[in-house]
């Protein structure tokens, strides 16, 4: 006796071939493959020139590789010898403020850095604003200033405003029931105490480096990214 034909399972069309498929729908597949493999080359030979030595493509082209990797895809080795990040520095600020009455005053110094350490403190999820936009803006702003405060090339200007709105971000528009009208940033720094069992001899008192005052412009709102 003959088998019985089996009717086709749930499965069966799911495993044809991609040549079972129509010459359209090859042609995307195949497209789609090549773009996301394109992507990936491009993906691992910048970050790779981006830690690279120097060498004659990252001279011509350095500026174009910085501005792929930074900040998005930035790796910081300063977790790893031979020199490791030995410093806890919170950003903080505090605002100039106009009061209902027509007078001004100042408002405590608001710790940013220390909300930012909250919301990841516990949370296996943090993300990528929490754990990197302050920070980030601090080092940039650190990097492209000198001792005077004075911006160094257009770097400098733009990470000004970049920490402008990040502050404003956080306070708000008005602060302790007044119109904010100037804001001051500050860090504060502290060196980490070596470990009971080092001899090494360093000094944990806090290091404060204070901003002059910036008054707020319209530009600095939340709301200026939005028009």
Not at 14 to 21: F, G, K, R
Not at 58 to 67: E, F, L, V, W, Y
């Given at each position: 006796m003959e088998p019985e034909p089996t009717e086709p399972g749930p499965d069966d069309d799911?495993?044809?071939?991609?040549?079972?498929?129509s010459l359209p729908g090859q042609l995307i597949i195949a497209v789609a493959v090549a773009a996301v493999a394109v992507a990936a080359a491009i993906h691992l030979s910048t970050a790779f020139l981006n830690v690279?030595?120097?060498?004659?493509v990252?001279?011509?082209?350095?500026?174009?590789?910085?501005?792929y990797i930074y900040p998005e895809f930035e790796r910081v080795w300063k977790l790893f010898a031979p020199n490791p990040l030995q410093q806890n520095i919170a950003v903080q600020a505090r605002a100039e403020i106009r009061t209902p009455d027509g007078g001004t005053a100042t408002t405590?110094?608001?710790?940013?850095?220390a909300q930012d350490g909250a919301a990841i403190r516990h949370n296996p999820l943090p993300s990528h604003t929490q754990q990197n936009e302050l920070r980030r803006a601090w080092e940039l702003y650190v990097g492209s200033h000198d001792a005077r405060e004075r911006p160094q090339g257009m770097r400098g200007s733009l990470s000004e405003q970049y920490i402008r709105r990040i502050v404003m971000l956080r306070l708000g528009r008005e602060e302790d029931g007044g119109a904010v009208e100037r804001i001051q940033v500050r860090s504060a720094t502290t060196a980490v105490a070596p470990p009971d069992w080092s001899d090494e001899k360093t000094d944990i008192r806090t290091v404060y480096r204070t901003l002059p005052w910036w008054t707020v412009t319209t530009d600095d709102l939340p709301e200026a990214k939005r028009r």
């Open positions: 799911a495993a044809e071939p991609i040549t079972a498929l690279s030595p120097p060498n004659t990252t001279k011509r082209h350095g500026a174009a590789i910085d501005d405590g110094w608001r710790d940013l850095s």
